[in-house]
């Protein structure tokens, strides 16, 4: 078992962590995780935090998200150029969606139908039907769109672009542009947040997270992170999630091999934490008392307690684990 | 237009209008320009120099500039100008400076000097994709100069870094006898003092025998009385004799410099940071791998881009301000964001150290640390560079 531990933090410390740290996950809630360099998925298992199952899947996974009844998976199999759909029980692949080239990452629309996908190669966002398996539209974005988004109303589709530098505001209504607005460089993603009144965009290489008001578009506020005894240029801000009171934003710094706390109601760095290197994506227990990481470089996943902030457990998975999504 | 120059390309991209322009419509129009020079005969024919070297690059920086325009109301404009070799480049550099003062210089050193002294390009922008030679980013250097290219002495400090990481300590070299292969040996002697290290024996590759007939027999031969060493060094930037050398040692060692473990701007090799996707962009435009001067052409385009998109200016001054400020940052594929040196126009860049078949490492490595950018361990630092014009 592989253990990323802090500067300051004892073996002893962690034992107690460990075992004071009382997590009461529900039966069979997992963590699927994807592989992107190995072409799988790799299941954990919440209660015992050990991977179950490992599934094949096309080449090069990397965005995946679950259905809101949880009856299937949506893959992005980037290398296949298609959207794979899962049935999670058995690992089959039931079909596949028509995506466009080089999916990289997609949001589903509350509507539980529509995916909306960022066409990496091709500065494409394709909107794919999941029921008639059809492409509803193909909206012109900017270069390596990445970063998606929808607000929770589902009146607003976000794509960021990491070369354009801009987040892209689509209409779902019409599947047209009706905002583009500038970031620092290379905007990688996006989440709405306070009720769907903020956006959040976080850029990998600007080294910041953007705060949007959703109404009026405007830049609210832009968030830095400075990492003790790491140079700011390697301090790469790129997946984030809130938790469930949305008080708090976990963000993955990329190859800082950190996570910030960030506070978002006053914007300011409270904790950062020490995780596996080039971290990417992460997702929550269905409770929210713990966050899996995604570790790009060393293949693992890091187990964070949310309440106190420490890691817990380090998990090895497949190369290059890049999404998160969690089955209850 | 002088009598040689050949227009050969005009690449316009027009705006397409979605939603509304944040800014107001602005044109931006740049020249690249290239003085063609009439390649040394080498002993292969394996690597022949690709028609469209640099200016591929510049096409695909042109492409992502004018997609991000789009959305902003600027349009960006590309127009291509290529001298025969002897041709009359000053002409063609004025007629460049009456349409655009942003011209990217494909051009040996000399020529890049004379056309940054014409009166014309006083307000000028130029960047220099081509020229490696450690002088322009020294006492030689030009307010209206930048250079997207790294110079030599980047390359070979990063090698450099590299043995002392690998405590390769015992080195020994062999240098060509073209200018190029001279000046680069020069600038690897001077990394290795920099870092610490020298050579322990030196020789001078002179044969004109046909060494694709007789490697096998003569560099054994060659290589025997050079002294107990952990590395080969090869300076030969024509690439010429270097590839012979390999697996023909007296000594079994790995070789690096001009061949073998090289340091580079850019190579089809770098997969890392989001650069595959610049590599298949690059790929699909131009149906071949990417090289370093393709590389410096594309972010000379997108250091304009970027410049433009930020300032919402097409103002030759007010872009130099910014692209020479603190603001800037350039996400250029290596890992971190890329900016200029703000008192001799280089553009800070990590460098890759590769094998053909892979990446082994990238410049700076970890350990060696500087004061204000571990970046600035690559090339000419501050107190180093002779350079006076940017402090005016």
Known sequence: MLLHLGRNTSLATLATALTLTAWAPAPAEEIWISNEKEDTLSVIDVATLEVIRTIETGERPRGITFSKDYSVLYICASDSDTVQVMDPETGRILHDLPSGEDPEQFVLHPDDRHLYIANEDDAITTVVDTETRKVVAQIDVGIEPEGMAVSPDGKIAITTSETTNMAHWIDTETQMLFANTLVDSRPRHAEFTAGGTELWVSSEIGGTITVFDVATQAEKAKIEFEVQGIHPDRVQPVGFEFTGDEKTAFVALGPSNHIAAVNAKTYEVEDYILVGRRVWHMDFNTDKSLLFTTNGVSGDVTVVDVASREPVKTIKVGRFPWGAALRP | ?392
């Open chain 2, 1 to 392: 237009m002088g009598g040689f120059a050949l227009k050969t390309g005009r690449a316009l991209l027009a705006a397409v209008t979605l939603a509304a322009p944040a800014a107001a419509e602005i044109a931006v129009s740049v020249h690249y320009l290239q003085l063609m020079v009439e390649a040394p005969p080498t002993l292969s024919n394996l690597d022949p120099v690709p028609e469209d070297l640099g200016i591929a690059g510049a096409t695909v920086g042109l492409k992502d500039n004018a997609t991000t325009g789009r959305f902003m109301g600027h349009n960006y404009e590309l127009t291509v100008t290529r001298v025969e070799p002897g041709g009359d480049f000053l002409a063609a550099a004025r007629a460049a400076l009456t349409e655009t003062s942003l011209i990217v210089l494909d051009a040996p050193a000399a020529a890049q000097l004379a056309i940054a002294d014409l009166p014309e390009a006083a307000g000028a922008l130029l960047f220099n994709a081509s020229a490696p030679d450690r002088a322009l980013r020294d006492a030689d250097c030009r307010a209206n100069l930048l250079h997207t290219l790294p110079s030599d002495a980047m390359r070979t400090d990063a090698l450099a870094q590299f043995f002392v990481k690998k405590r390769w300590d015992d080195l020994a070299l062999i240098t060509g006898t073209n200018p190029a292969d001279q000046s680069y040996a020069a600038d690897l002697k001077a990394s290795l003092a920099k870092f610490g290290l020298d050579v322990n024996s030196e020789k001078t590759w002179a044969f004109d025998a046909d060494m694709r007939r007789n490697a096998a027999q003569e560099v054994p031969l060659f290589t025997q009385d050079l002294r107990d060493h952990d590395v080969l060094l090869i300076a030969d930037e024509i690439h010429d004799f270097g590839r012979y050398v390999l697996y023909n040692t007296w000594d079994p060692r790995p070789v690096a410099g001009s061949e073998g473990l090289t340091a580079t701007a850019w190579s089809p090799v770098v997969e890392q940071w989001g650069a595959a996707q610049l590599q298949s962009r690059f790929e699909d435009a131009a149906d071949r791998g990417m090289a370093p001067k393709d590389y410096a052409a594309w972010a000379a385009l997108r250091a304009i881009g970027e410049a433009v998109t930020r300032t919402g200016s097409g103002d030759t001054a007010t872009l130099r301000a910014y692209i020479l400020g603190d603001a800037f940052e350039l996400a250029g594929f290596k890992g971190r964001p890329l900016n200029f040196r703000p008192w001799n126009g280089q553009l800070r860049q990590p460098i890759p150290i590769v094998h053909p078949r892979a990446l082994v490492a990238q410049a700076p490595l970890e350990g060696f640390l500087h004061q204000r950018t571990e970046l600035d361990t690559l090339g000419l630092d501050e107190p180093e560079s002779h350079c006076t014009a940017f402090s005016k």
